[in-house]
């Protein structure tokens, strides 16, 4: 079974902090993806990678950044928390062998 | 980068009666494009998924079109069902690792 694990379900955080979202895959996936999910705004892009030390920014990267020093995780970091950044964060990640994408249980982060 | 949208939003529809729901791309290299469910609490999981070199691909009772002139495509679920409900999400991938989703349907079936 394909499993992509990301550390947290929720998270509540102060406005002004730096937060670590983290994300394990374990099927020895090339990309993996971040996406943040609101309500009318469906799964919008944040920023992806398709190898170590390799990132692409996506639709939305401005707050945040990310980091992939190992194949198997991909992180994504909010440098300075702000309220608009309360979302539903969903990790994916892709094999081009076979195209689908496998999403994380997400996490839903609260910035207070 | 590409810009998926997909419409309607919401749709309702009485058990037995078919959906569907439509997506446009912009960019015409796009070439791969799945469709994901997303059930209450749970991560989106791929239900169909068709390329660029393929007009129409049928799963039972789940089928997906696609017009490369028009740049859009389609899911069409038939004699739907009260489990058919979720949030579906059509994708556009350009094949250079990028993926890009659609806002979203939410489809509710009525018993």
């Known amino acids: 079974d394909v499993k992509v694990t990301q550390s947290s379900r929720y998270l509540v955080k102060r406005t002004g902090e730096k937060v670590f979202l983290e994300c394990v895959q374990d099927?020895?996936?090339?990309?993996m993806f971040w996406y943040r999910q609101d309500p009318g705004l469906g799964l919008r892009l944040i920023y992806f990678s398709y190898d170590v030390k390799m990132k692409e920014k996506g639709d939305i990267p401005e707050g945040y950044s990310v980091s992939r020093e190992k194949k198997e995780r991909f992180s994504l970091i909010l440098e300075s928390a702000s309220t608009n950044q309360t979302s539903m964060y969903l990790c994916a990640s892709l094999s081009w062998k076979n195209t689908e994408a496998f999403f994380g249980q997400g996490t839903r982060l609260t910035v207070v | 980068g590409e810009n998926v949208e997909q419409h309607p939003s919401t749709l309702s529809v009485q058990e037995g009666d078919s959906a569907v729901i439509k997506c446009t791309y912009s960019d015409s290299a796009s070439n791969y494009f799945p469709w994901y469910k997303q059930e209450l609490g749970k991560r989106p999981q791929l239900i169909i998924d068709i390329r660029s070199n393929v007009g129409e691909k049928k799963d039972q009772r789940i089928a997906v079109t696609l017009n490369k002139t028009a740049k859009h495509f389609s899911l069409h679920i038939t004699e739907t069902q009260p489990e058919d409900s979720a949030v579906y999400f059509c994708a556009a991938s350009l094949g250079n690792n990028d993926m890009r989703f659609g806002a979203g349907t939410r489809l509710t079936v009525k018993p």
């Open positions: 099927m020895d996936h090339e990309n």
